[in-house]
T-cell receptor, first 116, second 112 residues
Framework: DTEVTQTPKHLVMGMTNKKSLKCEQH?????MYWYKQKAKKPPELMFV???????INESVPSRFSPECPNSSLLNLHLHALQPEDSALYLC???????????????FGDGTRLSIL | KNQVEQSPQSLIILEGKNCTLQ??????????LRWYKQDTGRGPVSLTI?????NTKSNGRYTATLDADTKQSSLHITASQLSDSASYIC???????????FGDGTTLTVKP
């Protein structure tokens, strides 16, 4: 069992739908991350939250909207996604490190997202 | 050109054999280097983490080494098991930007 819990494990949605991915950790980590991973590729950083504030946005399209309601939870709101957004979305957490951005220490098992 | 390059891209070995995966990097300066194992359909799991001043770190049958002079790291797997079949990813955390740079990974297949 991983210490970072992501729900749902699988999600199929149409291009006009609105859905949210959820991530939860109770390790006291104050940095949380969203990554996108395509098949046979390494994870690509999307967003980093440090102390519940957005510290890095890797020029992600606005159809992805992150939210960090508290130190244990991280959401990714999805709206009007495109077929190329189909991927595995991984959440990770760590201590913040220098400058508030650490190195992801614990990953969840991801949400497999398919856009029809 | 990726600042973290891993080789080989894929590797097939027989159960019980040893193997070594390579990671060459140009990221500098960096604060730490981490090796992850990612099973199919799962998230990456951290195997070892080394600061720039460390030379070696072990975790059971996994031993990572770091040579800062040649800018190379390796992950040695001893007495491989079928469960070692996975992707292995080398990641460096840059000191200044704080962000991490991922290698493309090595896919290891262990056959009986």
């Amino acid at each position: 069992d991983t210490e970072v819990t992501q729900t749902p494990k699988h999600l199929v949605m149409g291009m006009t739908n609105k859905k949210s991915l959820k991530c939860e950790q109770h390790m006291g980590h104050r940095a949380m991350y969203w990554y996108k991973q395509k098949a046979k590729k390494p994870p690509e950083l999307m967003f980093v939250y440090s102390y519940e504030k957005l510290s890095i946005n890797e020029s992600v399209p606005s159809r992805f909207s992150p939210e960090c309601p508290n130190s244990s939870l991280l959401n990714l709101h999805l709206h009007a996604l495109q077929p190329e957004d189909s991927a595995l979305y991984l959440c990770a957490s760590s201590h913040p490190g220098t400058g508030g951005v650490g190195q992801p220490q614990h990953f969840g098992d991801g949400t497999r997202l398919s856009i029809l | 050109k990726n600042q973290v390059e891993q080789s080989p891209q894929s590797l097939i070995i027989l159960e019980g054999k040893n193997c070594t995966l390579q990671c060459n990097y140009t990221v500098s300066p960096f604060s730490n280097l981490r090796w992850y194992k990612q099973d199919t359909g799962r998230g990456p799991v951290s195997l070892t983490i080394m600061t720039f001043s460390e030379n070696t770190k072990s975790n059971g049958r996994y031993t990572a080494t770091l040579d800062a002079d040649t800018k190379q790291s390796s992950l040695h797997i001893t007495a491989s098991q079928l469960s070692d079949s996975a992707s292995y990813i080398c990641v460096l955390r840059r000191t200044n930007a704080g962000k991490s740079t991922f290698g493309d990974g090595t896919t290891l297949t262990v056959k009986p």
